[in-house]
């Protein structure tokens, strides 16, 4: 199958603007989202407890700045996104959470041009799974890290696979009856074809050792739940 489309998935969220404001009803499809969300942003807080710029790449609506706000005030936020209605509602919100400065870029986190050394934190909410091939992974990981001022980290939430098989065909199934039991067969099938459309998550171990590989210091597991996880690196 041929995956979607970086225009594609642009349009996609164009249209959800909405429901993904909501962390109740935007990550319904998320196990753990509010968990995870937490988990990152406090860990964040306490490696870098004197932070004064965060990268929030696939930013969406701004969920995650605004909890890292919640923790480290009044920071200079830089929003990615590919969608330009989704940059929209995150710099209505964001900015008034915040004394810092709030700029915006409408781009791929693969294209845009930013200063290196520049970020205490970088924070990949639900985002790095739309990345491809292995050189896709490598070089954004790279990118990433560049990013980061020494010291800084990188914190991620997403979708996850495993790297044995038959354990990786477990929880999918898992998850599949997860969906299922919040809103029955249909919905089940729905997400897991957008899923199979859309998405190209990797294990957690992958990424992992990828993050050592760019030149990560530490590398650390925050949460791991079926087919998500959390998860960062310390520059």
Known sequence: MNKS???EIRERFDNDVERFSNLDTGQVA???AKITLELITEAAKRIVPEAKSILDVGCGAGNYSLMMLSKVPDLDCV??????KMLEKAM????????G????FQSDIRDVLLPEASFDIILAGAVLHH????????????????LLKPGGCLMISDLITQDTALLNEYTWERYGDYLEHIGGKEYRQKVLA????????RSMNYQLDLMKKV???????????????????IK
């Open 5 to 7: 489309s970086t225009a």
């Open 30 to 32: 998320t196990i753990d």
């Open 79 to 84: 929003l990615l996104d590919l969608s330009g």
């Open 92 to 99: 209505e919100r964001v900015s008034v959470a915040t004394s």
């Open 101 to 104: 400065n709030v700029s915006i």
């Open 131 to 146: 990345l491809r091939d292995d050189i896709d992974w490598e070089s954004t990981f790279a990118k990433l890290f560049k």
């Open 194 to 201: 957008y899923v199979e459309k859309e998405d190209s998550p």
């Open 215 to 233: 030149g990560f210091s530490k590398v650390e597991i925050l949460h791991k739940n079926m087919c998500f996880g959390a998860f960062g690196g």
